[in-house]
């Protein structure tokens, strides 16, 4: 690892004081893929502004509608919880269980990893992300590789779901990292039913197409009807985009299955 | 920096580099050198200790995210006279070969057999995802922590 100076503020108002007096600063959560970053030298921050001191960023609360997710709660918190199972069920699936007990919600969608598994629920469920500066809708958060609709600086202190009245996520995990080579997570919210897809594409997104089809009855033999193009999908070592087309409608499928 | 915190139930008030980490802490400072580092890439699972009560691969925390924490490693867990009953088990269910993974192991099985209720041989199997063995086949490790399920329940 390069040198840094490490900080551990107690208020977000530190936390931000810190980002801008630093030259090039980053904001450290779990810290699941920033330390191996850095201890790979993949990253060279001139100081790491850890939240974990933050303790008004961790914790679930149920609002009755929704439930708001502190950006700093541990996935095994999520993992454990019940007002969303689906949600509960994909927290359990996240790498092992010492990175559970480490990594956060805020700092997984805050990376917006390919591969990473919250995600998929963020653009399914009708949610908020809840930042420092401003609410931006789920929808609207992710905007690519390792982008994200966050600013310089900007925190995100919780994610708000709207409960849905069934859902279900289902995963091709990567045999050796638990990354999602793909996921898929399908929410019924009344009438409507909502598909978000992770580890196909740069960034996570919503298969309207497969959507609309479900939206004349709910079942996985609407699956082959459903457009997909895997032109711009991820193509590694692991899987081919094309591949990775196919276990897109394999995931949606036994994601549906479950929920009938 | 300055830090503090309580290893083994010592208070260890300690001046390490900014980017020092957990792992090395314990290793280089303290001499507590049961913590193994294997892969460095917290993909193996040879450094997991406790920190405030949960399992933690201890190579991919900073010294700094541990100030203030409570940390337990596999010293602090029993001694060569009074095992604790998964150091036995692994023992007697010979659940290690070269013992590099050993350490971490038992860490997280004792930490996996504390939040369970009722662990079957699948529950081993994934509670331990993040532990590798290069000797064992696993076999006599699964065996060893239903084992001690018993034992850590009924004590």
């Known amino acids: ?260 | 920096m300055e830090i503090s915190i309580t290893v083994n139930g010592r208070s260890e008030a300690l001046d390490v580099p900014d980017n020092a980490l957990l792992a090395d802490v314990l290793r280089e400072r303290l001499g507590l050198t049961g913590t193994h580092v294997g892969c460095d890439t917290s993909q193996c699972g040879a450094c997991v200790v406790h920190m405030d009560g949960a399992a933690v691969k201890s190579c991919t925390v900073l010294a700094g995210q541990a100030n203030g924490a409570e940390v337990t490693t596999i010293e602090g867990i029993g001694n060569p006279d009074n095992l604790h009953p998964m150091q036995a088990a692994f023992r007697e269910n010979h659940a290690l070969q070269c013992g590099f993974c050993t350490p971490g192991m038992i860490m997280s099985a004792i930490d996996l057999v504390q939040k369970s209720d009722g662990l079957d041989e699948q529950g081993v199997r994934d509670g331990l995802e993040g532990n590798l063995c290069r000797c064992t086949g696993y076999h006599n490790i699964v065996k060893a922590v239903l084992a001690a399920q018993d034992d850590m329940k009924s004590a």
């Open chain 1, 1 to 260: 690892m390069y040198q840094f100076n490490y900080h551990r503020p107690a208020t977000l108002d530190e936390a931000a004081s810190l980002m801008a007096g630093a030259d090039d600063g980053t904001y450290l959560s779990g810290g699941m893929t920033l330390i191996p970053t850095l201890k790979q030298r993949l990253a060279a921050p001139s100081d790491v502004i850890d939240l974990g001191g933050i303790g008004a960023l961790s914790g679930i609360t149920d609002n009755g509608n929704t439930i708001s997710v502190g950006a700093m709660t541990r996935h095994a918190e999520v993992a454990a919880s019940n007002a969303i199972p689906a949600l509960a069920a994909l927290a359990g699936q996240i790498g092992d269980a010492h990175v559970r007990n480490r990594g956060t919600i805020g700092g997984s969608i805050a990376n917006s990893d390919p591969a990473a598994d919250y995600p998929a629920a963020v653009v399914a469920l009708d949610s908020t992300i809840h930042t420092t500066k401003r609410s931006i809708h789920g929808g609207e958060f992710f905007k690519g590789l390792f982008e994200t609709a966050l600013d310089e600086g900007e925190i995100i202190t919780s994610v708000e779901f709207t409960k849905p009245t069934s859902a279900a996520y289902a995963k091709f995990p990567n045999p050796a990292s638990r990354y999602a080579v793909v996921g898929v997570f399908v929410a019924r919210c009344g009438d409507a039913t909502c598909v978000g897809v992770t580890g196909a594409g740069p960034c996570a997104f919503r298969w309207s197409e497969l959507e609309a089809e479900l939206a004349s009855g709910f079942s996985a033999s609407a699956v082959p009807n459903a457009a997909l193009d895997h032109s711009e999908f991820n193509a590694d070592i692991h899987a081919s985009a094309e591949f990775r087309g196919n276990l897109v409608r394999v995931m949606a499928e036994r994601a549906i299955a479950s929920l009938i």
